[in-house]
């Protein structure tokens, strides 16, 4: 089965930095674009960042744009978001995706706390 779990989430002050993790099984993950997407409370669920193979282009919102950068590590089937100049607004639970036959998979989703 289709499994994605997302770690790396905490409380951290407003300028620092904080690294996520997406551990990825049961499908074929080298093949895959892979996705974060975060929701705030009382907002929607928004994009963040992307990754496609095989020349893993990647595509960023503006919000994050020049502050994180989304990688993978193939042969550990995991996708990395390296989140840098952490602003308040960060703040939200942060999602791994897959689509996978028209079907969207989603991690449980990692908490992360921008505040001083």
């Known amino acids: 089965q289709v499994q994605l779990v997302e770690s790396g989430g905490g409380l951290v002050q407003p300028g620092g930095s904080l690294r996520l993790s997406c551990a990825a099984s049961g499908f074929d993950f080298s093949g895959y674009p892979m996705a974060w997407y975060r929701q705030a409370p009382g907002k929607e669920r928004e994009f963040v960042a992307r990754?496609?193979?095989?020349?893993?282009?990647?595509y960023y919102a503006d919000s994050v744009k020049g502050r994180f950068t989304i990688s993978r590590d193939n042969a550990k089937s995991t996708v990395l978001l390296q989140m840098n100049s952490l602003k308040p607004e960060d703040t939200a639970v942060y999602y791994c995706?897959?689509?996978?036959?028209?079907?969207?998979?989603w991690g449980q989703g990692t908490q992360v706390t921008v505040s001083s």
């Open positions: 995706k897959v689509n996978i036959r028209l079907r969207d998979y």
């Open positions: 990754i496609i193979p095989p020349y893993e282009i990647t």
